[in-house]
């Protein structure tokens, strides 16, 4: 609640005008992308993991001179996913050494439980089991073997309505 005499919005001019720029410097942001970069211990077995569990398309890698993987690149679908090994010293840590990931990535396909299920043998964890939801999805969480959780996910069909609209029997007395 708002204190009594505080306005709920700034209606002056300035503010208004400030409020078009943003929104103007968003639209033109519109074209741009983002790409998540996910910090693991070791990006070999992570490229392993992506493309043979999630289908993943390998993509270019670049490492220093010591095999420290600085950054890699996948593709799963349309989207990019970049990959970076773990570094202490650059503020680069892995999940697991801040005790888990606050990030949930959703990855849409047409089986979630056949992808589930090469996850999970793939050394994944269940973390929320794939179930269809009350929402139109079939979907659960899991934890790659890096600590990350995806939100594996499935479009169910529309329920056909038809079925449910079938026209109870008159009782015999109303046919007269």
Partial sequence: MYPPGEDRED??????????????????????????RLVV????AALAFYTTCLGAV????????SGHVVHSEIRIGQH????????????????????????LLTLTVTDASAVGTVMTD????????IEDRPYGKREGRIRDPFG?????????????????????????????
Avoid: C, Y
């Fill in 148 to 176: 990350h959780l995806w939100i594996i996910s499935q479009t169910l069909p529309a329920p056909d309505k038809t079925a449910h609209t079938r026209r109870a029997p008159t009782p015999d007395h109303l046919t007269g």
């Fill in 58 to 65: 390998r993509g270019p890698l670049h490492a220093e001179p």
């Fill in 122 to 129: 793939g050394g994944a964890t269940v973390i929320v089991p």
């Fill in 41 to 44: 211990p070791d990006v070999h």
């Fill in 11 to 36: 209606t002056t001019f300035a503010n208004i005008q400030d409020r078009r720029a943003v929104g103007d410097q968003a639209q033109s942001m519109a074209d741009h992308t983002v790409t998540p």
């Fill in 80 to 103: 990019t996913v970049s990959l970076t090994q773990a570094r202490r010293e650059w503020g680069l840590d892995a999940s697991e050494t801040l005790g888990g990931s606050p990030v």
